[in-house]
Nanobody, 122 residues
Framework: QVQLVESGGGLVQAGGSLRLSCVAS????????MGWFRQAPGKERQFVAAITWSGGTTSHANSVNGRFTISRDNAKNTVYLRMNSLKPEDTAVYYC???????????????WGQGTQVTVSS
């Protein structure tokens, strides 16, 4: 089992920044990939970014490329999502997820956090 706890969400004005954190615990060595997804009301869960614990390989969605950056701190078992130049359309619940491989679909991850709300006002 892997437990994930997100934090760092909140209300921010358009153009502002936030940093989300996801602390992983439990059998983290069994899941090399960590992903961030988001879900807005009435919409499907959407891939944002992913990273591996082992090699640090990253992947970002086109919609956030150049604005969001995923990173990790292996010593703290923590994955971060730095979000700059936020837009109202970035408003969603952001979820952290753990899986065996980097995957851009939610089905590729089998452990999920509870989510953290990000609201961007115009």
């Amino acid at each position: 089992q892997v437990q994930l706890v997100e934090s760092g969400g909140g209300l921010v004005q358009a153009g502002g920044s936030l940093r989300l954190s996801c602390v992983a615990s439990g059998r983290t060595s069994t899941r090399d990939a960590m992903g961030w997804f988001r879900q807005a009301p009435g919409k499907e869960r959407q891939f944002v970014a992913a990273i591996t614990w082992s090699g640090g390989t990253t992947s970002h969605a086109n919609s956030v490329n150049g604005r969001f950056t995923i990173s990790r701190d292996n010593a703290k078992n923590t994955v971060y999502l730095r979000m700059n130049s936020l837009k109202p359309e970035d408003t969603a619940v952001y979820y952290c997820a753990a899986g065996k491989y980097v995957d851009k679909t939610p089905g590729g991850y089998d452990y999920w956090g509870q989510g953290t709300q990000v609201t961007v006002s115009s």
